[in-house]
């Protein structure tokens, strides 16, 4: 996996001074403690309730205004960590989707961080956070069947060589990358803005690679983080 390295467009910095992503790249082994997931989402959930954390009013706040900036409406398409928020004070709790994808969720809401879990092997190349052109192409479900979509000129998204894998920066991820608990190859990313501590960033990190590891024993996971644009 060393020769899959995310990148950061230096426009995308020009519209979020500040913004950092952490990655986790993990070699997994078979889940064998799914309960796990169940465990992280019941303590996430009770930290939303209890008003915590500290940062998340503030880092979801900048967040909106970093999808303003390309010309998203935050109202309608919030950021991923948001719209999970939004569901547990909403339902009292998360959706059960997959263990994996389950335990991600629970910590990007537990952090008030927006965090992405994407398969590795179904990459044409390394991911890219770029501004759009429009033409790049997102594979998505519409009305239950697969479906193309563009995104809209000037909109920050995650991409390959092939296309589009997430939308909105972080509010929609494409079919095609998308991680289950089968993947043998992940890359989960975590996105912060300013307003989020570097040391609560790399807490969230920390927490979902302990998690992963009890989850999926003898898996193997690097952390690196990028805060610069590609040259």
């Not at 009292?92 to 997959?98: E, H, I, R």
């Not at 991680?179 to 803005?193: G, I």
Request: aromatic share 8%; hydrophobic share 45%.
């Amino acid at each position: 996996m060393s020769s899959f390295v995310p990148t950061i467009e230096p426009g995308v910095l020009t519209l979020a001074p500040g913004f950092r992503a952490l990655s986790l790249f993990v070699d997994a082994k078979p889940v064998a403690a799914s309960h796990v997931a169940a465990e992280a989402a019941l303590r996430a959930a009770n930290a939303v309730k209890q008003g915590g954390p500290a940062w998340a009013e503030q880092h979801l706040a900048a967040w909106a205004e970093a999808f303003r900036a390309f010309g998203a409406k935050p109202q309608r398409t919030p950021c991923s960590a948001e719209a999970l928020r939004k569901r547990v004070l909403r339902d009292g709790a998360l959706p059960a989707v997959d263990p994996v994808v389950d335990l991600y969720n629970a910590i990007s809401v537990e952090f008030a961080v927006p965090i992405g879990g994407e398969n590795v092997a179904a990459y044409q190349g390394s991911p890219r956070l770029v501004v759009a052109e429009g033409t790049e192409p997102f594979d998505t479900m519409k009305d239950g069947q697969q479906a193309i979509e563009f995104p809209e000129a000037g909109e920050v998204v995650w991409r390959d060589d092939q296309g589009v894998t997430c939308r909105r920066w972080n509010w929609r991820q494409g079919v095609r990358t998308r991680l289950h608990q089968d993947v043998e190859q992940m890359w989960f990313v975590l996105e912060a803005l300013p307003s989020m501590p570097d040391a609560a960033l790399h807490a969230a990190g920390g927490a979902l690679a302990q998690d992963l590891i009890k989850m999926m024993p003898g898996s193997t996971i690097r952390i690196e983080l990028t805060d610069k644009s590609a040259d």
